[in-house]
């Protein structure tokens, strides 16, 4: 199981986890939820309390992945596969965005 913290513009908005490759699960957090002023991150994505699961990477966050050549480059930058849309998240959505939307590596102790 792997997790990020998807922020929008700075605030935490909630956490994504793949628990594997065919499960991905998005959580409001529940501060940002309360938050009247605080929009859904994505129309895909409305801000609800329940969880949204999928069989594969939600699209709003598959879309903020390089595609072709630049995805090859960076797989092979990073060290991963190209087809490990999480992991490519993870090592490139974390400063340089297009959008309101960044995504950090929770730490682990």
Avoid at 32 to 52: G, H, M, R, V, W
Avoid at 61 to 72: D, P, Y
Wanted: proline share 3%; hydrophobic share 40%; glycine share 4%.
């Amino acid at each position: 199981m792997r997790a990020v913290e998807i922020f929008r513009n700075g605030t935490l908005a909630g956490i994504l986890t793949e628990e594997n490759r065919q499960l991905y699960v998005f959580r409001y957090d529940n501060n940002y939820f309360i938050d009247t002023n605080q929009p859904a991150i994505s129309l895909t994505l409305p801000k609800t309390q329940k969880e949204y699961s999928s069989e594969f990477l939600f699209p709003f966050f598959a879309n903020m992945l390089s595609e072709g050549v630049n995805r090859r480059l960076q797989s092979t930058s990073f060290r991963i596969d190209e087809e490990d849309s999480f992991g490519l998240l993870m090592a490139t959505a974390q400063y340089d965005t297009i959008g309101a939307v960044t995504v950090k590596l929770i730490a682990t102790e």
